[in-house]
Every structure is written in structure tokens, then in C-alpha cells.
């Protein structure tokens, strides 16, 4: 589901938290978001502040995720970029480290698709 994991932060976090929350509730998957919206709130909060939202195994697959939105043409998400590991990857220290390769990654593919979505406009006129 959309509003699942740091992931479902990512895919989300410029989207207006009425409907975030009206997402939670339509969902029809069992998952610790659909009954409790604040976990997705929280994951868009972190990556308003933080550039990036981690999740540490509290998800059904119990692995740890860390996530960043990918921004297309006109600034809006497009995609959400996720690096899964477990406890040791996310350690203190390679949280930090892994955080700022995660953010500049997805800066990258933003400028891409970004570039991609301008010279698409270019040679359609």
C-alpha cells in the first residue's frame, strides 16, 4: 500500500495530510499504518526535516529502511528512493553515513528526471 513504510513517507510527503489520511483509511491491507496514520505522518515529517525518513524494522518484513522522495518536473514526487539493510547497516554512524549517499542519490535522479521531463518538452513542440 501507498501509505506503507518509509517508502509510503516518500511516495507522500508533499501530499496534503487530508488525504494522507484519507489513504490510511480506504486501505485495505493490514499493515501498523492503516490503523495508526501519525507512523506516515511521522515519516513525512522526518523527511521535511531531515531530508530522508528511517524505519527501523518496524514493518512486517521486520528489515530496516531508510527513504527519500525522487522530485520530477515541477518540483512534485515522483518516486521514492530506498536503501533496506538490517540493524548493523543502520548503526549510528552508518545511519549518518548512509543518509547523506541516500540524499544526494535522489537529488541525482531528481536532476535527471527533471532534465529528462525538459528536453521531452523541447522536442514536442
Given amino acids: 500500500p501507498v501509505i506503507e513504510e518509509s517508502v509510503g513517507a516518500a511516495l507522500l510527503s508533499d501530499t496534503p ?22 507512523l506516515v505522518m511521522e515519516g513525512i515529517s522526518q ?8 524505519n527501523p524494522g518496524n514493518n512486517r518484513w521486520n528489515i530496516d529502511a531508510m527513504s527519500d522522495s ?9 518516486a521514492a528512493l530506498t536503501l533496506l539493510g538490517s540493524k548493523e547497516d543502520f548503526s549510528e554512524a552508518g545511519e549518518a ?6 540524499i544526494r542519490a535522489s537529488r541525482d535522479c531528481s536532476s535527471l ?3 529528462s521531463a525538459r528536453i521531452n518538452r523541447i522536442s514536442n513542440r
Avoid: D, H, W
Avoid at 525522487?70 to 515522483?78: D, I, Q, R, S, T
Avoid at 553515513?97 to 541516500?102: S, Y
Fill in 17 to 38: 495530510e487530508s488525504m494522507v489520511r484519507l489513504l490510511a483509511l480506504q486501505c485495505k491491507v493490514v499493515v501498523p499504518e492503516s490503523g495508526n496514520t501519525e
Fill in 47 to 54: 523527511i521535511k526535516k531531515k531530508g530522508y525518513c528511517f
Fill in 70 to 78: 525522487v522530485y520530477g518536473y515541477e518540483k512534485k514526487v515522483a
Fill in 97 to 102: 553515513r548512509l543518509a547523506k549517499r541516500l
Fill in 113 to 115: 528526471l527533471v532534465t
